[in-house]
């Protein structure tokens, strides 16, 4: 069973920074691919950042520039380091990683760390 867990969220003033955490309990070089998704209030859940199957990050627009995703194999954890950060940013951030067997898709999440933005 695959467990993730975050870590890192908190309040921050706007232009601050925070790094989320995501230790998995396997090889974090195993999955198809590994990221993080937001999801604020009332909205979607949206994908933030993340690393394809070809080990290649993938940002949503509105974080390019600020956020950077990052990994490190011998921890197996992920990490999202946050800067210059915006109301706008304000969520429940979620780890993602995916499997794929036999051409079936299976998504693992974590259960989410709060950032909240805010003066």
């Known amino acids: 069973q695959v467990q993730l867990v975050e870590s890192g969220g908190g309040l921050v003033q706007p232009g601050g920074s925070l790094r989320l955490s995501c230790a998995a309990s396997?090889?974090?070089?195993?999955?198809?691919?590994t990221g993080w998704y937001r999801q604020a209030p009332g909205k979607p859940r949206e994908l933030v950042a993340a690393f394809t199957s070809l080990g290649s990050p993938n940002y949503a627009d509105s974080v390019k520039g600020r956020f950077t995703i990052s990994r490190d194999s011998a921890k197996n954890t992920m990490y999202l380091q946050m800067n210059s950060l915006k109301p706008e940013d304000t969520a429940v951030y979620y780890c993602n990683a995916v499997r794929v067997r036999f051409g079936t898709r299976y998504d693992y999440w974590g259960q989410g760390t709060q950032v909240t933005v805010s003066t």
């Open positions: 396997g090889s974090i070089l195993s999955f198809y691919a």
